[in-house]
């Protein structure tokens, strides 16, 4: 599985504020609790992604499932 980067992971966080706040871009009077939701929704994503625990790995080996094959060479 490759691994999502932090740009990735936050391009998906303010992919999902901006859906479901239903605002592209967040008015001056709405910017810090915009900017909030996305940190959060971020935090929340690397934390599901680092809990993650692929079924049939070994632990010894499970490590370098979460990089690109690149990285492992």
Not at 1 to 8: I, K, N, V
Not at 9 to 37: M, T
């Amino acid at each position: 599985m490759p691994e999502a980067g932090e740009e990735d992971i936050h391009a998906a966080a303010l992919q999902y504020v901006r859906k479901v706040s239903g605002f592209r871009a967040p008015a001056a009077h709405n910017r810090e609790a915009f900017d909030r939701a996305v940190a959060a929704v971020a935090a929340a994503t690397q934390e599901l992604l680092e809990d993650l625990v692929i079924r049939g790995a070994h632990p010894a080996h499970a490590a370098h499932l979460a990089h690109p094959v690149e990285d492992r060479a």
